[in-house]
C-alpha cells in the first residue's frame, strides 16, 4: 500500500532564516505530488504541483519554492521566510493511473510551521 | 466568486443522529470531480468520498453518503448515526477539468462538527 511521510512534524524559526520541508511517498511510481498551504482555520490553498522530476508549477507567486530531486520525493524550500510564510503544510499524491478523472489526492501527515 | 462554499462554520449534533454538510460549487466546466476530506485535530486530511460530475448515482462509502443535485451544483455531505469519532473539520474540494493529469484541488473554508454525546 501507499504511504506519504512529512518532515518534520513541527518547526519554529525566526524571520529570514531558510527552510527546507520534505515529502516522501512510498507504494508508487510516478505519482503526481502537491504542496499545500492552510491559514488558521482555513482552507487549503494549492502552492505547487509536479507531474515528474523537475517538473514544478506554481500556482501562486510567493516566496517560497520546490522541487523535486527524485520521482518520490517533493521539497518545498524557501531563502528567507516571512511572517507570512507561518501555516501548516501539507504534502499530497495522486495516481493518474487509477482512472481518468477519479483519481484521489493523499495527504500526508503536514508540517506545522511557525515563523517568529 | 468562490469557487466551493461551505456555509456551516461550525454544527453540534447529538451521537447517533444523522448530519448533513452543506457544499455548494461553482464551475463552467463539464468535467470535475468533488470531494469530501476529515480534518481532525491531529491535522492529516482524510479522504471520504468522490462524486463525478457524470456519475449518474450518488456516491456512498459506508456511513458516507455525498447528495449529488447537479442542477443546483450541490454536493453535500450525508454522515449516517453519528459518532463521536466524527468530530472534526470537514472540508468540501473541487478538481476542475477531466482528470487524468495534475490538477490541484479548490478547498470550502471547511465545517466545524462536534458530536455531542
Known amino acids: 500500500s501507499q504511504t506519504i511521510h512529512q518532515w518534520p512534524a513541527t518547526l519554529v524559526q525566526p524571520v529570514g532564516s531558510p527552510l527546507s520541508l520534505e515529502c516522501t511517498v512510498e507504494?508508487?511510481?510516478?505519482?503526481?505530488l502537491y504542496w499545500y498551504r492552510q491559514a488558521a482555520g482555513r482552507g487549503l490553498q494549492l502552492l505547487f504541483y509536479?507531474?515528474?522530476?523537475?517538473?514544478i508549477s506554481s500556482e501562486v507567486p510567493q516566496n517560497l519554492s520546490a522541487s523535486r530531486p527524485q520521482d518520490r520525493q517533493f521539497i518545498l524550500s524557501s531563502k528567507k521566510l516571512l511572517l507570512s510564510d507561518s501555516g501548516f503544510y501539507l504534502c499530497?499524491?495522486?495516481?493518474?493511473?487509477?482512472?481518468?478523472?477519479?483519481?484521489?489526492?493523499?495527504f500526508g501527515p503536514g508540517t506545522r510551521l511557525l515563523v517568529l | 466568486a468562490q469557487k466551493i462554499t461551505q456555509t456551516q462554520p461550525g454544527m453540534f449534533v447529538q451521537e447517533k443522529e444523522a448530519v448533513t454538510l452543506d457544499c455548494t460549487y461553482d464551475t463552467s466546466d463539464p468535467s470535475y470531480g468533488l470531494f469530501w476530506y476529515k480534518q481532525p485535530s491531529s491535522g492529516e486530511m482524510i479522504f471520504l468520498i468522490y462524486?463525478?460530475?457524470?456519475?449518474?448515482q450518488n456516491a456512498t462509502e459506508g456511513r458516507y453518503s455525498l447528495n449529488f443535485q447537479k442542477a443546483r451544483k450541490s454536493a453535500n455531505l450525508v454522515i449516517s448515526a453519528s459518532q463521536l469519532g466524527d468530530s472534526a473539520m470537514y472540508f468540501c474540494a473541487m478538481r476542475e477539468g477531466p482528470g487524468g493529469g495534475a490538477d490541484g484541488l479548490t478547498f470550502g473554508k471547511g465545517t466545524h462538527l462536534i458530536i455531542q454525546p
Open positions: 507504494g508508487t511510481s510516478n505519482p503526481n
Open positions: 499530497a499524491w495522486s495516481d493518474e493511473i487509477a482512472g481518468a478523472g477519479r483519481e484521489t489526492q493523499y
Open positions: 509536479s507531474v515528474g522530476i523537475g517538473q
Open positions: 462524486q463525478g460530475s457524470y456519475d449518474q
